[in-house]
C-alpha cells in the first residue's frame, strides 16, 4: 500500500500536488438574488398594466380620433395619359420660350430633320468672339509682373504707377 504521508513530487515542475480546492460560490445568494430579479420584474409588469388600466378607462381620456386618408391620385391611369398628351404636345409644336430674347420651340422632328441637314458641322461647337483681356490686367499681353527668373526693368522715376 503507498505511504499517504509522503509527498508526491511533480516530475516537471518538482511541485507537491495539493487536495482539490473547494468552491467558493455560495449558492444561496445567487439564488436569492435570481428570485429577487424575478419579483421585481412581476411586480413592474404588473404596475404597468394596472397604470394602462387606470388611465384608459379614465374618464379625462379622449378616444382616439381616426383621420381620412392622403388625397392620393383618384385616377392615376387618366394623369398619365393627360400628361403624355401633353408633352407630346409640347414636343410636336411651335411656341414661343422668350419672345423677348428671341427663343422658341419647334418640333422634334423639325428641329432633327434641319440638324441632319447640315451634316458633320452640325456637331461643331459654335464660334465664340474672342475675348482679350484688358491691357495690364494678369491675363494680358502687357502684365506688369515678370516672370519668375527673370530680372526686372528698372522704372523710370518720373512715371506712376
Do not use: C, K
Not at 13 to 22: I, K, N, R, T, Y
Not at 62 to 89: C, V
Amino acid at each position: 500500500m503507498p505511504d499517504t504521508a509522503a509527498p508526491v513530487r511533480d516530475d516537471a515542475a518538482g511541485h507537491a500536488e495539493g487536495p482539490p480546492e473547494a468552491p467558493d460560490i455560495r449558492l444561496t445568494p445567487v439564488l436569492l438574488t435570481g428570485l429577487f430579479i424575478v419579483v421585481f420584474v412581476g411586480l413592474t409588469l404588473a404596475g404597468m398594466r394596472l397604470y394602462r388600466d387606470t388611465v384608459i378607462t379614465s374618464p379625462n381620456t379622449e378616444e382616439p380620433r381616426t383621420f381620412a386618408g392622403p388625397a392620393l391620385q383618384r385616377d392615376p391611369q387618366g394623369d398619365l395619359a393627360r400628361l403624355l398628351a401633353d408633352q407630346r404636345r409640347r414636343l410636336d409644336a411651335y411656341a414661343w420660350v422668350d419672345r423677348a430674347h428671341g427663343i422658341a420651340r419647334m418640333p422634334i422632328a423639325e428641329a432633327m430633320r434641319r440638324l441632319a441637314g447640315r451634316g458633320a458641322e452640325a456637331y461643331a461647337a459654335p464660334l465664340q468672339p474672342e475675348r482679350v483681356p484688358p491691357l495690364g490686367s494678369r491675363g494680358g499681353a502687357a502684365s506688369p509682373l515678370q516672370p519668375p527668373g527673370s530680372v526686372a526693368a528698372p522704372v523710370p522715376t518720373g512715371e506712376a504707377r
